[in-house]
């Protein structure tokens, strides 16, 4: 029997997996891990250019670079602008205003397991997004601005979170690695 788990959010896959831990019942079985990284600006652009030139649909130059612009190389996201200019031919805004509601719908949906630690969550993805990319100190003192004192441990824990469910880590802080999703956070979402 082959099992196939798959989703966008690799350090949930392994903690719900949980491959390392011999309790587990999945552990000792062999695995194989296929991540789909980035697209780059000239693999994006032929991308879209490909996919278009399929659908025999015209999309000016102008548009295409704004969406290797937009989507940073995310082949979901270049997918879905694609699939939405083929067959609703929607203006580039509106493409881009549906993504992020979409990508913030399912972080909401997401956050509904921290039941009252939500609203702390949603603060700490709010100052990444503001400041990405965001060092703990700088978080620490948004989320304390607009919900009271937080731990330092409980503060480490809900990034630890957010960073296993995508939420990124670079060498200058934390960002958020999803650009629709960011832009949803800071366009659309008011806590």
């Known amino acids: 029997m082959k099992l196939v788990v798959s989703g966008s959010q690799v350090g949930l896959l392994h903690r719900f997996l ?5 309790e587990a019942p999945l552990y000792g079985r062999p695995y194989i891990e296929v991540r789909v990284s980035r697209l780059s600006e000239e693999k994006s652009r032929k991308f879209l250019i490909e996919g278009f030139r399929q659908y025999e649909v015209e999309v000016h130059d102008e ?20 699939h939405s200019k083929v067959v609703g031919g929607e203006d580039f805004q509106s493409i881009v205003d549906k ?3 979409l990508a913030l719908s399912e972080l909401e949906h997401a956050l509904k397991v921290y039941g009252t630690a939500e609203k702390r ?5 709010r100052a990444i997004a ?7 100190a700088q ?9 009271g004192r937080v731990l330092n ?4 824990s809900i990034i630890k979170n957010l960073v296993d469910s995508g939420c990124g880590e670079d060498a200058r802080g934390y960002v958020i690695g999803d650009p629709m999703l960011k ?3 800071i366009k659309f979402w008011r806590v």
Do not use: C, H, M
Not at 131 to 136: I, K, L, N
């Open 183 to 185: 832009n949803g956070i």
């Open 121 to 125: 969550y949603r603060e700490v993805l």
């Open 63 to 82: 548009e295409i670079e704004e969406a290797i612009k937009w989507f940073d190389g995310v082949i979901g996201w270049l997918t879905y602008f694609g």
């Open 99 to 101: 993504a992020s509601r």
């Open 18 to 22: 949980r491959v390392d831990d011999p």
């Open 153 to 156: 441990n409980t503060l480490t």
């Open 139 to 147: 978080i620490k003192r948004w989320v304390e601005a607009r919900t």
């Open 130 to 136: 503001f400041a990405q990319p965001a060092r703990w």
